[in-house]
T-cell receptor, first 119, second 113 residues
Framework: DAGITQSPRHKVTETGTPVTLRCHQT?????MYWYRQDPGHGLRLIHY???????DKGEVSDGYSVSRSKTEDFLLTLESATSSQTSVYFC??????????????????FGEGSRLTVL | GENVEQHPSTLSVQEGDSAVIKCTYS??????FPWYKQELGKGPQLIID?????GEKKDQRIAVTLNKTAKHFSLHITETQPEDSAVYFC????????????FGGGTRVLVKP
């Protein structure tokens, strides 16, 4: 299994409070991602990182910020949590590799998820 | 951006029967189509993928087909076993634009013994 650790694994918080989720990897992969999983919506990309201090928005980035100060850590912050942010959050990592045909073969490896409940 | 639709949302099959999950995508520039399996309480794991220069790919009991003209791709599981029970996600991406995947809504597969 890829070395990905998410913390905390479970959190209950109240509306308006700040929350930070941490993703830690031991694989030295360049790319890191935060997804949220909700019934019927599959996995939706929140933010991703393509290197230290290099981040970009995904399709559902409103209300979230990220930081990556080290290769191994990618933090997701909810500045002021809302009930709509109740979800299961997954971190993923990948490494851009190319096969002999020059095509990217970067598989995503996922962590085990962090369940966040905002009351 | 890309939009991926996945059907059905739930699928119940008898052990030994086949299961088929279908996905459609909207962006004709997408060229990479992986399938992920998620077991209860775990993160998704890649089980098979296909690229736009290939029409079909098989790995033991699972196979994927791709129809670029119609913009749809399918996962086929033959001789289903109880351990195939899980949630399956299709996804699509344009790898020239990075490895950001757009996922379908998921299919919960239940294999009844």
């Amino acid at each position: 299994d890829a070395g990905i650790t998410q913390s905390p694994r479970h959190k209950v918080t109240e509306t308006g409070t700040p929350v930070t989720l941490r993703c830690h990897q031991t694989e030295n992969h360049r790319y890191m991602y935060w997804y949220r999983q909700d019934p019927g919506h599959g996995l939706r990309l929140i933010h991703y990182s393509y290197g230290v201090k290099d981040t970009d928005k995904g399709e559902v980035s409103d209300g979230y910020s990220v930081s990556r100060s080290k290769t191994e850590d990618f933090l997701l912050t909810l500045e002021s949590a809302t009930s709509s942010q109740t979800s299961v959050y997954f971190c993923a990592i990948s490494e851009r590799q190319t096969n002999p045909a020059g095509l990217n073969t970067g598989e995503l490896f996922f962590g085990e998820g962090s369940r966040l409940t905002v009351l | 951006g890309e939009n991926v639709e996945q059907h059905p949302s739930t699928l119940s099959v008898q052990e030994g029967d086949s299961a088929v999950i279908k996905c459609t995508y909207s962006d004709s520039a997408s060229n990479y189509f992986p399938w992920y399996k998620q077991e209860l309480g775990k993160g998704p794991q890649l089980i098979i993928d296909i690229r736009s220069n290939v029409g079909e790919k098989k790995d033991q009991r699972i196979a994927v087909t791709l129809n670029k003209t119609a913009k749809h791709f399918s996962l086929h599981i033959t001789e289903t076993q109880p351990e195939d029970s899980a949630v399956y996600f299709c996804a699509a991406s344009n790898q020239a634009a990075g490895n950001k995947l757009t996922f379908g809504g998921g299919t919960r597969v239940l294999v009844k013994p």
